[in-house]
C-alpha cells in the first residue's frame, strides 16, 4: 500500500483570505453561529479528512474594523458541539500554555475525548500577543524563552494527568461497597515553576490513550519542544526547499532527544485554489486579491520588509528586494518574502494576496491534478505526512477541495476511501500509547 496523506482542516472564520468576508455571498453572518462550525465539519467528514482544528486567540478578535474576528467562540465548546453532529472526523483544540492551567485543559481535553469515545487533539501554543496576556493577568507577554519553558513544564503536567488512572480502575461494587480500586491511583504532587498540581485527573484516562499531542511553534525551543512531547506538527513552509530545512531541523531535535527513534508527523499549512481548468483558479484567488483591502495589507508587507512600499504600482511586479544577509529586521517572515517572489515573479497584489491568505504557508492554484502533484510530490520527499488545510474562503474552497481534490488523491491511492478506525490516533496512524 502506498503511503498514506493526512488531513487537517483549520476552520477559521470565513476562510484564511483577509477578503473572504467581503465577498457578496460571505459567511460573515454566521461566523457566531456554531450551526455553521457544524455544517463544516459535516463537509469535512464527508471529505474523510483526519481532524477539523481550531486555531485560537484570546483577546477581542478585531483590533481593526477590517479585520474579521475569527475566534468568536471558545474552540472546546465549539469542538464539543462538533462532536455531536458527526461520528469520526477528529477534533483539535489549540491550547495556550501560556494562559491555560492544565488542570483545566487537561481536564475538558479528556472529557471531550470520553464523550466522542477517542477523536480529540491538542495543539500546544505559546501564544503571540500583549493583548492576550492583558486579559490573563499580565502586563504584555512573556518573553521567548520564558514561555517556551513554561510549555515544557505544562505538556509535562497534562501528560501525568492524562495518565492519572485507568478506566479499568472503575470498578464498581455493589457487593463490596466500592467504586474505584483507590489504591491503584496516586496523586503524582507536580511542584514546578508555574505549576502545583496534586492530581490525579477527576477523569480517567483517555479512550485512544492520550488526546493526540500537536504543536505548532518554528523556533528553535518550539522545535525542541515539538520533538519531546508532539506526536504532530502544524507546520509553515512556502515550499519544498523551506519544507525540507524544517524537516531537517525537527529529525536533528528528534535525535536529540531522549526518545531519537520516534516518529513524529508533520502537517504543513496547505491553501488551495483549485478549478477544472487553471485559469478558472486563478480567477478565484484574482477575485480575492482585488477585493482586499490595500492600505492594511501593504502596511502588513512595510513591517515584513520593513520599507516603504507606498509608490509601489499595485499592478506591476515587485520592484527588487535586496538579499536576506543585507536585512536587519525578522528574518524568518523576510525569506519567505524573498521565496515567494522567486517561486511566483507577482505583481505587487498578487503578493499582497499570498501574504493575506496564510501569510507564507505553501499555496497551490491550478486543477486537481497540477495540486496532487504537488502534495505528492512532499509526501514522496518525506517532508511532510499530509497537510493542514486553510481554505481562502469558507465554505467554498472546502467544497472544491472535497469535491475536487479529495477524489485525485484517491484515485492516486495515497488517501483513504472510508475512515478505518473510529480515533483520532487510529487516523493518523500513531502508535498506541503503552
Ligand atoms: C503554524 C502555526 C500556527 C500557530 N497557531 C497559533 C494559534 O492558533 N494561536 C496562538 O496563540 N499561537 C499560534 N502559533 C504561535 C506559536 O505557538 C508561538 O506562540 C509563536 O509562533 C512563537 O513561537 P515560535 O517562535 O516558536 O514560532 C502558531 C504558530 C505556527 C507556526
Redesign the pocket.
Known amino acids: 500500500m502506498k503511503k498514506q496523506l493526512h488531513l487537517g482542516i483549520l476552520l477559521y472564520g470565513c476562510g484564511h483570505h483577509q477578503a473572504a468576508w467581503m465577498m457578496p455571498d460571505s459567511s460573515i453572518e454566521q461566523i457566531g453561529d456554531v450551526a455553521y462550525y457544524q455544517s463544516l465539519a459535516q463537509l469535512s467528514e464527508k471529505g474523510l479528512f483526519d481532524a477539523v482544528f481550531f486555531?485560537?486567540?484570546q483577546s477581542f478578535p478585531a483590533q481593526r474594523d477590517s479585520e474579521m474576528p475569527a475566534f468568536w467562540l471558545d474552540p472546546i465548546v465549539n469542538l464539543t458541539a462538533i462532536s455531536q453532529v458527526t461520528e469520526r472526523v477528529g477534533l483539535v483544540s489549540?491550547i495556550?500554555s501560556t494562559f491555560s492551567n492544565p488542570f483545566t485543559a487537561a481536564r475538558q481535553l479528556l472529557s471531550l475525548d470520553h464523550v466522542t469515545n477517542g477523536r480529540v487533539g491538542w495543539?500546544l501554543?505559546?501564544?503571540?500577543t500583549d493583548w492576550?496576556a492583558n486579559n490573563h493577568g499580565m502586563d504584555g507577554l512573556p518573553p521567548?524563552a520564558e514561555?517556551?519553558k513554561k510549555a515544557d513544564e505544562f505538556a509535562h503536567v497534562m501528560n501525568a494527568l492524562f495518565d492519572s488512572w485507568e478506566t479499568d480502575d472503575f470498578v464498581p461494587n455493589r457487593k463490596d461497597g466500592t467504586i474505584i480500586r483507590s489504591e491503584r491511583i496516586e496523586p503524582f504532587h507536580h511542584e514546578g515553576e508555574h505549576f502545583r498540581v496534586k492530581g490525579p485527573s477527576t477523569t480517567p484516562r483517555s479512550p485512544q490513550g492520550r488526546p493526540v499531542a500537536m504543536q505548532?511553534?518554528?523556533?528553535a525551543?518550539?522545535v525542541a519542544l515539538a520533538a519531546k512531547y508532539a506526536e504532530a506538527v502544524?507546520?509553515?513552509s512556502w515550499n519544498l526547499k523551506q519544507a525540507k530545512a524544517f524537516r531537517a531541523r525537527l529529525d536533528e531535535a528528534i535525535r536529540a532527544s531522549d526518545r531519537p527513534n520516534r516518529t513524529l508527523k508533520v502537517l504543513p499549512?496547505l491553501v488551495t485554489y483549485v478549478a477544472k481548468t487553471r485559469e478558472e483558479a486563478w480567477a478565484k484567488k484574482r477575485e480575492l486579491d482585488e477585493t482586499l483591502p490595500v492600505a492594511d495589507a501593504l502596511a502588513q508587507l512595510e513591517f515584513f520588509i520593513q520599507q516603504d512600499c507606498s509608490n509601489w504600482a499595485l499592478d506591476e511586479k515587485v520592484p527588487e528586494l535586496p538579499p536576506v544577509e543585507e536585512f536587519t529586521g525578522p528574518i524568518g517572515r523576510y525569506e519567505t518574502v524573498l521565496e515567494i517572489i522567486k517561486d511566483t515573479d507577482p505583481t505587487v497584489r498578487e503578493l499582497l494576496g499570498y501574504l493575506s491568505a496564510g501569510g507564507g504557508h505553501l499555496t497551490l492554484i491550478g486543477t486537481p491534478e497540477e495540486i496532487v502533484d504537488e502534495m505528492e510530490r512532499w509526501l514522496k520527499e518525506g517532508v511532510a505526512d499530509g497537510f493542514n488545510l486553510m481554505p481562502p474562503v469558507l465554505p467554498n474552497s472546502l467544497e472544491d477541495f472535497v469535491e475536487l481534490i479529495v477524489p485525485e488523491l484517491q484515485r492516486r491511492g495515497i488517501f483513504r476511501t472510508a475512515y478505518e478506525g473510529h480515533t483520532f490516533r487510529e487516523h493518523l496512524g500513531l502508535d498506541p500509547i503503552s
Open positions: 486555531a485560537d486567540n489549540t495556550s495543539n501554543v505559546t501564544s503571540m492576550e521567548h514561555r517556551y505548532a511553534g518554528a523556533s525551543p518550539g502544524y507546520s509553515v499549512g
